[in-house]
C-alpha cells in the first residue's frame, strides 16, 4: 500500500526550498541597491553591503539542499513499498 501526500501536507525539504527562496529574494534585493549607485552616478556603498549580496548564492544553496532531501525522502518511500 503506498500512501501519497496531499497537497497541502509538508514533505521533507520543503522549509528548506521556502526559506532558501526567501533568502535568495534578499540577495537579489541587495544586489539591486548595490548596483544602483553604479548606474546612478552617486557615492557607492562601503564593502560589507557587497557581501550580503552573497545572500543569493548561500539562498540557492539552502534551496538545493531542500531538494536532495526531499528527492531522499522519496527514494527512501520507493525502497520502503518496495520491500
Given at each position: 500500500?503506498?500512501?501519497t501526500p496531499h497537497c497541502d501536507e509538508a514533505r521533507p525539504g520543503d522549509g528548506l526550498v521556502k526559506a532558501?527562496?526567501?533568502v535568495f529574494i534578499a540577495g537579489a534585493v541587495a544586489t539591486l541597491a548595490?548596483?544602483?549607485p553604479l548606474f546612478l552616478d552617486v557615492?557607492?556603498?562601503p564593502p560589507y553591503a557587497w557581501a550580503v549580496c552573497m545572500l543569493m548564492?548561500?539562498?540557492f544553496a539552502i534551496s538545493?539542499?531542500?531538494v536532495?532531501?526531499?528527492a531522499a525522502a522519496q527514494r527512501r518511500a520507493a525502497r520502503a513499498s518496495q520491500a
Open positions: 500500500m503506498t500512501v532558501g527562496g526567501i548595490t548596483m544602483a557615492d557607492p556603498f548564492g548561500v539562498g538545493a539542499a531542500g536532495f532531501r526531499s
